[in-house]
């Protein structure tokens, strides 16, 4: 098997693997990059003498400082909060396409205020614009991961989601160098800090201008009754021509699924909630949730947001200084982002990503937090160069970000966006980006809160939460690499839970499992699927 050699979950064309599906994922994907970018640039911007001066942040007692900057950083995660709850509505009845446009210009108007912001109108106008912004990539992190993974082939879907997870780096790794850049070749004044805030309607006019190139979702498409316009657009998408029995077999699967939860359920708007009342929706829902409940518990956004407090607290003195560390996190972000999306999603598989992430990155936040304890290096004022203990804390941070973003960063978004089925997957996705921006919030909220009274103690705590996450994962998360979305109902109710994708994929054909041959029914599925096309 080559390095990007593929699973399939049924003989495939080669052409289904075309160039539209990946440019289609990449220009949804110019959402994550505001995203990205807004997360990084805010904490280093912040730090900045020309932003520090201008709004006399020197005035300020330090718990009021810290209270400050916690409001400008956490009412973004607030709208961004909302904002994926609006787009469960959006996209029932506007569909994914139209949702993208409508969040994009708003988060463009919440860019925009915040350029009027200045020392005479005060920071009313970044407040604002924040809150707009939030509400923007809100539901913007809400249809980007269902639009992609609805237009994908199994064997490539933790790929092409993947695409979402590197324009985050991408744009995170631009927001986290451009301080450094702008302080460093720009004078100190109000147009120093400008730039950062200015660039954030980058990556929103390029997804606005992509969303009117791309099509609709087929499975919407089919969903709300458009049929013969679901086909053309799913006829492209493959590039094939739609009496091709590949496609002839999605599209039975497709409204076979449709119909059986229109038997069940039934269509319309609150017709999901209603699901709810059943215990593996509700199951699969808290595992959504609990995923960004343990994304967001490996510290990840506490340094996003606070990198200059976080490399403060293990020693490193001076702004440009503190830049640059950062700007080096950026890049280890970006790189490992590249190697999980090439390969390590779609090869290794989500589960055993996620537990090996868990694993090293708390080692690494348990040595992190006993050099802080013992060598006290917030202390030393007077001595600019680190100590050996020092420098291996700086290795061990690396380290732990080379963890994490391997596994943590993306694989959440991943999982979330194929676990649920055609009826419940607005809804499971407006609950899994509500939460991760609900604990966006509270992390970015009370960070610096909890540096000042807990010092060491934070990383400890994002420690021990990494080891919880490990039992959370073994025994609650099925693998979903490869499986089919109109097979994830199935594969969740499976038993022992770690056994769980080897039964599935015996059944879809691809050999015994646990004495499960599911060959024979697999073929006779297709058959059916495609005598209703």
Known sequence: MTLLALKEDRPTPKCVYNWRIYACAAIASFASCMIGYDSAFIGTTLALPSFTKEFDFA????????????????VYQA????????????????????????????????????LGASAERGLGFILAGRVLAGIGVGGASNMTP??????????????????????????????????????????????????????????????????LWIPESPRWLFSVGRREEATKVLSWMRDLDASHEYLREEIGFIETELERFRQEVGAGFWKPFIMLKKKSVQWRFLLGALLFVFQNGSGINAINYYSPTVFKSIGIQ??????????????????????????????????KLLIWGTAGGSLCMWFIGAYIKIAEPGKNTDNTSLS??????????????????????????????????????SLGQANAAAN????????????????????????????????????????????????????????????????????????????????????????????????KV
Not at 59 to 74: D, F, Q, R
Not at 79 to 88: D, E, N, R
Not at 390 to 397: K, V
Request: hydrophobic letters at 50%.
């Open 318 to 351: 001076g702004t440009n200084t503190s830049l640059f560390t950062t700007g080096i996190f950026g890049v280890v972000k970006t790189v490992l982002t590249f190697v999980w999306l090439l390969w390590m999603i779609d090869h290794i598989g989500r589960t």
């Open 59 to 74: 005035s300020y007692s330090p718990g009021a400082l810290s209270n400050l900057k916690a409001n400008i950083v956490s």
């Open 436 to 531: 991760n921006w609900f604990w966006n919030f509270i992390i970015s909220r009370f960070t610096p809160q909890m540096f000042d009274k807990l010092g060491f103690g934070v990383y400890f705590f994002f420690a021990s939460l990494m080891l919880l996450a490990i039992a959370f994962v073994w025994f609650c998360i099925p693998e979903t690499k490869g499986v089919p979305l109109e097979s994830m109902d199935r594969l969740f109710e499976i038993r022992p839970v770690r056994k769980a994708h080897a039964v599935i994929m015996a059944e879809l054909g691809h050999g015994a499992a646990d004495g499960v041959e599911g060959k024979g029914s697999d073929e006779a599925e297709r058959s059916e699927a495609v005598e």
């Open 79 to 114: 709208g961004a909060f909302f904002g994926s709850l609006f787009a469960y509505a959006s996209s029932y009845f506007l569909g994914r396409r139209k949702s993208l446009l409508i969040f994009a210009l708003i988060f463009i108007l919440g860019a925009g205020l915040m």
């Open 388 to 425: 050996s203990g020092g420098i291996a804390a700086i290795f061990f941070f690396y380290l732990w970000t080379a963890f994490y973003t391997s596994t943590w960063n993306g694989t959440p978004w991943v999982i979330n966006s194929e676990m649920f089925d055609q009826n419940t997957r």
């Open 146 to 211: 269902i639009y992609i993974s609805e237009l994908s082939p199994p064997a490539i879907r933790g790929r092409l989601v993947g695409i979402y997870e590197l324009g985050w780096q991408i744009g995170g790794l631009v927001g986290f160098w451009i301080n450094y850049g702008v302080s460093n070749t720009l004078p100190s004044n109000r147009t120093q800090w400008l730039i950062p805030f200015a660039v954030q309607l980058i990556p929103a006019g390029l997804l606005l201008l992509g969303v």
